[in-house]
């Protein structure tokens, strides 16, 4: 069996080769990387000793470690790449969409822009007018719905026998496989959370999920498991599900209100997201719940949301990553005809006062 410090620098090797770290060629701090993979620093240091005399990274103290420079720089692509996500300005997407165009900018990439606000009808017309796009090389796509069989499977297929390349990022379908993606690792999310309320003495942990969104099955897969192995009461009626019809109503207060209701045993909360969570800490403090003591509430994704909550949530973050630019820089790749491997996002926890 390899030594841990060995199989360490295996899985840094694969992520540098699949082009995760390229943005700001830096990777992770030894901190950061010590919490990913639950090892001491010292296990740390060999694995990056051994990148660094492979000639893959410098290391600097005081400025951590760095991928080193090309010999020669890439050829420049004027390609079209079209994005299609499932919202622009909501959430998350605005920084992931940035991510997008700093890569596809850098390398003289037009990219255009369509959403389908999670709707398979909105999706299945985007896609009918990609398909009659002439020049277009490439999309990056995030799916709808993608929980759910999706009807318009059929229209991705001709995309691909039109010759275009695909990257899904966020969710992907079982019959697409083969096609690259770019995803966050949210089964081990989902367990990580419910590991941290343990440790901080949980034992009654409820669940908030999205259910027709790959991420959504995923976290709760991950959730559920974590208080099956740790020997944690899972109950149906700690578990509250929503779906994208639901979303508006299900953030109103009232309806917040009676999930809280319902939720009333437990002493913490994992949540689908920070959007979610900054309405249960909102209405719990209207409630005059004290944050940890009586309730925690953890999430995903490390948003404003989590900043700007009355009391800062603690949540998941992608650290230094971005999935904008890793799904933009893997299709870059596919259309260099580079070979090319999905990518998984670790989540990394962000602690804060709601825990």
């Given amino acids: ?206 669940g908030i999920f999205k259910n027709d969104d790959m991420q959504g099955t995923l976290r709760y897969a991950g959730y559920a498991e974590a208080l099956r192995d740790l020997s944690l009461p899972l109950e149906d009626s700690q578990i509250c599900w929503y779906n994208t019809e639901d979303r508006k109503s299900f953030l109103s207060e009232t309806f917040v209100d009676s999930v809280l209701d319902d939720l009333a045993g437990c002493s913490a909360i994992v949540c689908y997201n920070d959007e979610i969570a900054f309405r249960i800490v909102s209405q719990l403090k209207k409630r005059g719940i004290r944050h940890p003591e009586e309730m925690a509430v953890v999430s995903f994704d490390n948003s404003q949301y989590s900043e700007l909550a009355p009391v800062r949530i603690t949540s998941l973050s992608h650290g230094t990553q971005n999935i904008g630019e890793l799904s933009a820089t893997l299709m870059l790749r596919l259309l260099r005809g580079e070979e090319c491997h999905s990518v998984v996002v670790p989540w990394v926890l962000a602690e804060k006062e709601s825990s």
Avoid: W
Avoid at 74 to 81: H, M, Q
């Fill in 1 to 206: 069996m390899a030594p841990k410090y060995q199989s360490i620098a295996d899985s840094l090797r694969q992520e540098i080769e699949n082009g995760v770290y390229t943005s700001k060629q830096l990777l992770p701090t030894e901190q950061l990387l010590c919490q990913r993979f639950q090892i001491s620093r010292q296990t740390v240091r060999r694995a990056l000793s051994v990148l660094e005399d492979e000639g893959l990274i410098t290391r600097r103290q005081g400025s951590g470690s760095r991928l080193r420079k090309r010999t020669r720089p890439e050829t420049l692509l004027n390609c079209t790449i079209a994005v299609v996500t499932t919202y622009i300005s909501d959430y998350i997407f605005p920084d992931i969409l940035q991510g997008m165009e700093t890569v596809l900018a850098a390398n003289s990439s037009a990219p255009l822009l369509f959403a389908t606000q999670n709707q398979i009808a909105i999706e299945r017309k985007i896609l009918q007018t990609l398909l009659t796009m002439k020049g277009l090389d490439g999309v990056l796509v995030e799916g709808s719905k993608t929980a759910l069989p999706n009807p318009n499977l059929d229209l991705y297929q001709k995309l691909i026998g039109q010759g275009v390349q695909l990257v899904f990022l966020n969710g992907t379908y079982p019959e697409l496989a083969d096609t690259p993606s770019v995803l966050a690792d949210n089964y081990g999310g989902g367990r990580l959370l419910v590991e941290y309320l343990h440790q901080k003495g949980h034992q009654n942990i409820a």
